[in-house]
């Protein structure tokens, strides 16, 4: 029979039925949404729409360019996991990529932005006294290796200086960095232009779905 939009085949508001007075048309067709799924064979379907025009129905996906407000920057990487949807538990359970879902992204490609713009490197573990004695006496000689590697010229060093005058990083996004993980929400919408882009959270939003987030957990514990 096949999806459709138009209202012949609904019922009067006063419970009678209508009568099909005419066939179906084209323009009032329905089809069934792409529900999209994390996976690494990414497949994208071209669809011709009306007017001639086209749209992307991605049906896998693994990737997407994920913005960093704060910071300004946007950078390609990994979907590594659904973790929350406003709207359906049953969309996090099936891994499925939609608009305004959560997600967890690989934080690598930020993390090696971040040291390249600041000199700094984010989310390292810090390690107690004994066992960081041991491992500097281990990397000295690597170390030293490395820095004569990489020297930097002094108007590289005056550059990231001034930058870190000016540099400040939420410790709930250097916690996610620790861990590799960041949060993220997807605003594209990938059964419609087959690309699963969007921003990592910050501030206030970010606040709001760790809390429900965590709560979640607590439920499922329970």
Known sequence: M????????KRRAT??????????????????????????????RRIRV????????????????????????????????????AS???????QTLVKSAIVQVDAAPFKQWYHQHYGVE????????????KEGEEGEAAAAAATEEVKQSNHVQRKLEKRQQTRKLDPRIEEQFGGGRLLASISSRPGQCGRADGYILEGKELDFYMKKIQRKKGKGAA
Request: charged share 35%.
């Open 2 to 9: 096949g999806i459709s939009r138009d209202s012949m085949h």
């Open 15 to 44: 419970g009678g039925k209508k009568k099909a007075w005419r066939k179906k048309r084209k323009y009032e067709l329905g089809r069934q949404p792409a529900n999209t799924k994390l996976s690494s064979n990414k497949t994208v």
């Open 50 to 85: 009306r007017g001639g025009n086209v749209k992307w129905r991605a049906l896998r996906l693994d990737t997407g360019n994920y913005s960093w407000g704060s910071e300004a920057v946007t950078r390609k990487t990994r979907i590594l996991d659904v973790v929350y949807n």
């Open 88 to 94: 359906n538990n049953e969309l996090v359970r099936t």
């Open 122 to 133: 984010i989310g390292r573990k810090k390690k107690t006294t004994a066992a960081a004695k």
